[in-house]
T-cell receptor, first 111, second 113 residues
């Protein structure tokens, strides 16, 4: 299967702590994207990192990409209860818009 | 700018029926993709349209079809519904060019009885 893998599958932390989620993939990619999904809702785009980039920041989010290991990580610093959601990595390659998604990490931030 | 709009939000159908879901992309976006999300299989790519042409197709049976109109709005159709088609169907649009993020709608929750 081309599907990416994320770990951990579930993560429970206290408000103010940092949360780290990892993603591994199997093919060559043009970019890797991270999304957040609140229960029963659509996906919210967080960050896109290109294959020639190693690190990217957006507010409290930090994404790294290691193409030699085919892996990426998402770090959320100073987490808040509102960060409680499922987080997915997705990657694409070639000229297609097709995204392959990981199974996601369910993050719970306890107040 | 308005986001991606999907209608309806919820649908209940019975086995054997057919259903049509609608997606309006962000203004100016010409690429529209559809995904199916289930607890067991996760998020799976259905198909992608660009300028009214299907550019890519996922591994789904022929009962799943779609189309895109000249205004970039897209529809997907599922015929002869099966219980396993119960899922959240998500539509995403993106701007033209490489390395463009996909922006998703809130989805249509389809339940098959």
């Amino acid at each position: 299967s081309q599907q990416g893998e994320e770990d951990p599958q579930a993560l429970s932390i206290q408000e103010g702590e940092n949360a780290t989620m990892n993603c591994s993939y199997k093919t060559s990619i043009n970019n890797l994207q991270w999304y957040r999904q609140n229960s029963g809702r659509g996906l919210v785009h967080l960050i896109l990192i290109r294959s020639n980039e190693r690190e990217k920041h957006s507010g409290r989010l930090r994404v790294t990409l290691d193409t030699s290991k085919k892996s990426s990580s998402l770090l959320i610093t100073a987490s808040r209860a509102a960060d409680t959601a499922s987080y997915f990595c997705a990657y694409g390659g070639g000229g297609s818009e097709k995204l392959v998604f990981g199974k996601g990490t369910k993050l719970t931030v306890n107040p | 700018k308005a986001g991606v709009t999907q209608t309806p939000r919820y649908l209940i159908k019975t086995r054997g029926q057919q259903v049509t879901l609608s997606c309006s992309p962000i203004s100016g976006h010409r690429s529209v993709s559809w995904y199916q999300q289930t607890p067991g299989q996760g998020l799976q790519f259905l198909f992608e349209y660009f300028s009214e042409t299907q550019r890519n197709k996922g591994n789904f049976p022929g009962r799943f079809s779609g189309r895109q109109f000249s205004n970039s709005r897209s529809e997907m159709n599922v015929s002869t519904l099966e219980l396993g088609d119960s899922a959240l169907y998500l539509c995403a649009s993106s701007a033209t060019g490489t390395n463009q993020p996909q922006h998703f709608g809130d989805g249509t929750r389809l339940s098959i009885l």
